[in-house]
């Protein structure tokens, strides 16, 4: 009898330990699973768009067990909507102005990381046969920007009082339907980034009229942000600090070389002296800095003064409530 215990203990024990080593093991490979993040990305083929393609590309989400499913946009509420909505994880190179504004009225986002400092990507133009040479010209004339509370309204509001013109300012969308609406006469100035439309002006077909860059009061504002969906980052604020660290990662090596010259030509469709001059003259890395939100005191006298916020807001509560910054120091 006490023969038999002893061997039913013992395949009882045998029995506790296999079970544990397969809750090791299936744990284990739970934890190996990758994690999958929603992300929104507007205008496919500028520059800093192709980050995430990078990253990808390199594999740099891989090695953070990330899987990344990516909806491009064309920038402006169709890229912060759906983050806001919660069916997207993050939102990328959103106007800083309209993340303010949505913040504002109570929707759940939060600032990961910087974006863009300052404007040197943006440019205006008009058909080469206008009489219009500059954005002094422009009055009474029709003036385009992608969509209220983008990074581009912020540049043509802020340059327009700056140089004291009085056009008519139109959202157009994209760059692609922006350089139509311009080539067929239906609005005046168009706007756009590389590597749109630097074809049409070194073939004499367009002529840039302005760049952000001549806005003296944004150079050292952040005017585009990385915004993640407030819920979603309190769930898995794990996954969305290795993203940014995979980003990070991403903007480092598209500036190590020129290896990355090559995958943005094929991103974009354009000629590889396009896609250098892309990256070389209108992208310098320091504006493209994740670690700080340059400028917010700025950054909300605007949004007061352009109707984007009701009630003055500061900067130190801005701070602490919609600014979680996650990039690496």
Known sequence: MRRTTRYGAIALLLSLIAGSAMVAVTNASAQTQPQTLKVAVAQRGFWNSSFVEFALRQGFFKQEGLEIEILYTEGGASTLLPVVSGSIDIAM??????????????????????????????FWYARAESDIKSIRDTNGKTVAFSSPGSST????????????ATPKLVPTGGAPGTLTQVMSGQIDVGWSVPPFVLQQVADGKARIIARGSDVEAIRNQTIRVNVANANALKQKRDAFVRYIRALSRAIDWAYTGDAAIDAYAEIAKVPRALAQRTRDEFYPKASLQLREVKGLDLTLKQAAAFKYISAPMTAADVQAKLIEILAPK
């Not at 102005?97 to 990507?121: C, H, N, R």
């Open 93 to 122: 190179t959103n106007g800083t102005l309209g993340v303010i504004a949505a913040f504002a009225k109570g929707m759940p986002v939060k600032i990961i990381s910087a974006e863009a400092t300052g404007a040197p990507d943006a």
């Open 153 to 164: 309204n912020l540049i043509i509001l802020q340059l327009v009082n700056q140089e004291k």
